[in-house]
């Protein structure tokens, strides 16, 4: 789905390039992609993950003009958007809908659904969404003849375009600026205070000084994603082959996660056989896709001090800001870590509203 996302993000930005077989081929790699990934919700359904992947795959087809494969992915999307309260999901589906009506020349529905869509969304929902809205309503008012009514719209578009650029130019600049104070904060800190000594990871307190240095500037222009992670079954290491062993494990353990994670990337010892990573200017598809990796390449990992056969697997959770609390979001992420221990272990959970609800406060630690 992360690959997915990223093809219909490229598409969009190659929308009035005149390279169509490339913008061709960017929907082809995201249809792939698409159905592969509902392939996998046929083994463990996931009600977030089907709106989201058969959104984005009725959208694909939308583009490539297939529009009686995406119309019943669209609209069963939608339905399953607004029964599970799920606002965001939804919101981005009614601009896929907007965008089909519009290439099905029913151009007064689409301005009812995009007209609904941007009061819905206002000045502060998200700028890709707001940003499709426009776009698609503005091609539907000049289809009309409504040429001030599009006008309005394509300078809104044009607007909110040239905000994103600039708030990512900005947020890039904050974000380099941020991190480097963060780095020479630690360059200058980093002692036993904010190390664990088995693993030489940071511990909570880094934890806590990083994520009060990035959270305050985490929003969907700069993203920042949290994963919890827990080794399965980590007590029956300790139990059949003794401490030092679990201990060496989990130095290695320590070893693999940094050479898998980016550069900006933190981790840190939690507790136990607990570890978070944080990661800056990532969003949760981007953060889910590397989690998956990171899962897969433990799984395949040869252990140094266990038997041939046994294998160390990881549940991880992954939560993203917002929220902004630091306690909210590593509590949204605990509990997405503990959804995917009840679904079987050895998988990867995004944190739901749900959990985000239960998430209230985790400040204390665990025994």
């Not at 190659?14 to 790699?29: G, H, I, N, S, V």
């Not at 426009?134 to 001030?148: I, L, P, Q």
């Amino acid at each position: 789905n992360a690959i997915t996302a990223t093809a219909i993000g490229a598409y969009h930005r190659t929308y009035d390039e005149p390279d169509r077989e490339a913008a061709e081929q960017l929907l082809e790699e995201g249809r792939v992609a698409a159905e592969r990934a509902l392939a996998l919700l046929d083994e463990f359904d996931n009600p977030l993950y089907r709106i989201a992947v058969g959104g984005n795959l009725a959208e694909i087809l939308t583009h490539r003009g297939d529009l009686v494969a995406a119309e019943p992915l669209l609209y069963a999307a939608q339905e399953a958007a607004d029964r599970l309260g799920a606002d965001a999901h939804g919101d981005r589906v009614a601009a896929s809908i907007g965008e089909w009506l519009v290439l099905s020349d029913r151009h007064d529905e689409a301005i009812e659904v995009l007209d609904e869509l941007i009061a819905r969304l206002g000045d502060d929902g998200p700028h890709s969404t707001r940003i499709r809205a426009h776009h698609s309503a503005y091609r539907a008012e000049r289809a009309r003849g409504r040429f001030d009514a599009a006008l309005e719209h394509l300078e809104t578009y044009e607007r909110l375009e040239r905000h994103r650029t600039t708030s990512q130019l900005r947020s890039q600049s904050k974000m380099f600026v941020t991190k480097s104070e963060a780095q020479a904060e630690a360059d200058r800190h980093r002692s036993t205070a904010e190390l664990d000594p088995l693993t030489g990871l940071g511990n909570r307190r880094n934890l806590h000084r990083v994520l009060e240095q990035l959270l305050p500037h985490a929003d969907d222009d700069h993203p920042l994603a949290l994963a919890m992670i827990d080794v399965d079954h980590f007590k029956k290491i300790n139990d059949e082959l003794g401490h030092a062993i679990g201990d060496s494990a989990l130095i290695e353990l320590a070893h693999l996660i940094r050479d898998e994670v980016g550069d900006d990337d933190v981790i840190v010892r939690y507790g136990g056989e607990e570890i978070v990573i944080v990661m800056p200017g990532a969003g949760v598809d981007d953060a889910t896709a590397r989690c998956e990796h990171l899962r897969t390449r433990v799984e395949q990992h040869v252990w140094p001090g266990l038997r041939d056969d046994r294998r160390i697997t990881l549940s991880i959770g992954v939560a993203a800001a917002p929220p902004c609390d630091p306690d909210l979001l590593v509590g949204a992420a605990d509990r997405a870590m503990y959804q995917a221990k009840r679904d079987g272990r050895n998988l990867v959970r995004i944190a739901s509203d749900q959990h985000l609800r239960d998430a209230t406060p985790l400040a204390t630690p665990r025994p």
